[in-house]
């Protein structure tokens, strides 16, 4: 079955720098690769996806990067703020045929001011 | 995409006995999964969930402890059976209709004394 590995557990950053997280994955079969930002006591929230058929995917200050010949793919955060700071997961699947969301340790990212 | 409404949110149990969470979607969706989050871990998949079939647990997860029901495509139950103080922890539920992506539930978060 697939295997999500996610580095670092922990990120420390400064207000305004960047973030990058790395996730890497063992099916082949995987074809869809969301990122979740999980805040203490809540359900996951999915912040940005990006499916095998394309290289890389913007949604303002979020990025996510995928290179499916080496298997893995990587969530790049911009001009990060304090409210950024929350545990963010990764996560592999063939969404095609609906098989389980199969995620990655998470990553604790703190961003300070 | 679908909304995936969950209870109970937080129950308190006594050790030994058993409860039971309902994940009522407001849409179709072909495949739901049942997720364990321990504190301060990722989620872990217990098991997949088809509508008219049993269940397929992962490792580690078993039908007598963890029985599932899916009688249509818009509700599933999960139980957690004979509870011990290492079954406290989240459970969340998921759903996917494939083309839609993956929605979640909002958690029942488990205390067992």
């Known amino acids: 079955g697939e295997n999500v590995e996610q580095h670092p557990s922990t990120l420390s950053v400064q207000e305004g720098d960047s973030a990058v997280i790395k996730c890497t994955y063992s099916?082949?079969?995987?074809?869809?690769f969301p990122w979740y930002k999980q805040e203490l006591g809540k359900r996951p929230q999915l912040i940005i996806d990006?499916?095998?058929?394309?290289g890389e995917k913007k949604d303002q200050r979020i990025a996510v990067t995928l290179n499916k010949t080496a298997k893995h793919f990587s969530l790049h955060i911009t001009e990060t703020q304090p409210e950024d700071s929350a545990v963010y997961f990764c996560?592999?699947?063939?969404?095609?045929?609906?098989?389980?969301?199969?995620f990655g340790k998470g990553t604790t990212l703190s961003v300070s001011s | 995409s679908a909304v995936i409404s969950q209870k109970p949110s937080r129950d308190i149990c006594q050790r030994g006995t058993s409860l039971t969470i309902q994940c009522q979607v407001d849409?179709?969706?072909?495949?739901m999964f049942w997720y364990r989050q321990q504190p301060g871990q990722s989620l872990t998949l217990i098991a997949t969930?088809?509508?008219?079939?049993?269940?397929?647990?992962e490792s580690g997860f078993v039908i007598d402890k963890f029985p599932i029901s899916r009688p249509n495509l818009t509700f599933s139950t999960l139980t957690v059976s004979n509870m011990s103080p290492e079954d406290s922890s989240i459970y969340l539920c998921?759903?996917?209709?494939?083309?839609?992506?993956?929605?979640f539930g909002s958690g029942t978060r488990l205390t067992v004394v």
């Open positions: 996560a592999a699947s063939n969404g095609q045929a609906g098989t389980a969301l199969i």
């Open positions: 099916d082949s079969a995987s074809n869809y």
């Open positions: 990006i499916r095998s058929n394309v």
């Open positions: 849409s179709q969706v072909t495949m």
């Open positions: 969930a088809n509508q008219g079939s049993e269940a397929t647990y």
């Open positions: 998921s759903g996917t209709g494939t083309a839609e992506g993956y929605t």
